[in-house]
């Protein structure tokens, strides 16, 4: 990695939008983590996370499930970089001043980026979400079409399409009765980052390539345009490391506060152990190529690859576990999608634990 401008500062309000990630219970990988690895997250923090759910009432709780459990809201994170915004009560503020058409881009970004993923259409620069949500119409149809897209999360999209005006106000009213809960916290939580600040500053701005290879355990490739590193730790964020590209060549990395060297490396050794566990049964194997075509209901998997109900079940389970594959309930059914970038992911990891890059 070139030399890059590095900073290192603390935001409280990454810690408020990663906790409402927790209270929606959309980070099952990094939950697979921790059960495999035998090792609890912070006492206090999931004690803050319990007062905090016991805080909102159902229908807030409800809320931050439609809107924080992917695929809307991820954009959220780079309007925090982009619009300088440090104090927790600013958010619903700046997200009430943006258009229903700016809203819809920060609400549906996964969407649009899934929908692109998809065929070049439409989708070959920056301004592509704009383009598509110029004719609203066609851009349903697109939404329902999208084969990756459960059909729980096409509903949530199409919800949205439809009424962008109320949807904003939705996401509004829930920032604004969140922060009066989140607020008593945010003092403990900037010292819990102001200590680790103080404790990786100078490795970090030092070696930032050592930091993000060996502590962060991201591909320096992933960061190789980047002209500026801003590195923003997160109590809430133990094991995952998100990457924001705010604007281009400048990358802001949020990332855990309590992990030591050897226990990230005691983490990845158990996950690739339970990684070639799974690869290790020609069934699930079978599994994972139907799942790679397109998601199946769990009955139809059993059926495809000739297995009981009972038995297919527990092979997803151990899949499950390693954050290998996803499930959306459908009445009374779950059906499951392969999470592709993790597969790629955990078989990169197994071929450097292997060879000791």
């Known amino acids: 990695m070139k030399k890059v401008d590095v900073s290192i500062d603390t935001n409280p309000v990454f810690e408020m939008l990663l906790s409402l990630n927790r209270i929606a219970d959309s980070d099952r990988l990094e939950s697979s983590y921790f059960e495999n690895a035998n090792y609890t997250p912070n006492a206090r923090l999931a004690e803050i996370i319990f007062e905090l759910k016991n805080s909102l009432s159902m229908f807030y709780r409800q809320e931050i499930s439609f809107f924080f459990d992917k695929p809307v809201c991820s954009l959220l994170w780079d309007f925090v970089f982009s619009e300088d915004i440090h104090d927790i009560h600013l958010l619903s503020a700046k997200v009430a001043e943006l258009s229903d058409l700016d809203a819809l881009k920060h609400l549906l970004c996964d969407v649009i980026e899934t929908i692109c993923q998809r065929g070049p259409a439409n989708c070959e620069d920056e301004n592509a979400s704009d383009r598509l949500l110029a004719d609203l119409k066609s851009f349903e149809e697109r939404v329902v079409e999208c084969k ?20 904003k106000q939705r996401l509004i009213r829930l920032l604004e009765q969140y922060v009066t809960v989140f607020a008593p916290y945010v003092a403990e939580l900037e010292e819990l980052d102001k200590a680790e600040v103080e404790r990786s500053s100078s490795s970090c701005i030092a070696n930032a390539q050592a930091f993000v290879t060996n502590y962060l355990k991201i591909n320096a490739n992933i960061i190789e345009p980047a002209k500026q590193l801003v590195f923003i730790p997160n109590a809430f964020s133990e094991i995952l490391t998100y990457i924001i590209q705010p604007e281009k060549g400048k990358f802001v990395l949020v990332y855990g506060t309590f992990i030591s060297k050897k226990r990230i490396l005691e983490k990845r050794s158990e996950e690739i152990k339970q990684f070639l566990k799974v690869l290790s049964e020609e069934k699930r194997i079978e599994m994972i190529k139907s799942l790679a075509v397109k998601p199946a209901l769990g009955s139809d998997l059993a059926r495809q690859v000739g297995l009981t109900n009972a038995t297919a079940s527990y092979h997803l389970t151990m899949m499950l576990g390693i954050g290998l594959i996803d499930y959306e309930r459908v009445g009374q059914r779950l059906h499951y999608a392969l999470k592709k970038d993790v597969l790629k992911d955990l078989l990169d990891k197994a071929y450097q634990d292997l060879v000791n890059l």
């Open 148 to 167: 990756e897209l459960s059909e729980a999360d096409q509903q949530k999209a199409l919800e949205i399409l439809r009424y962008p005006s109320e949807a």
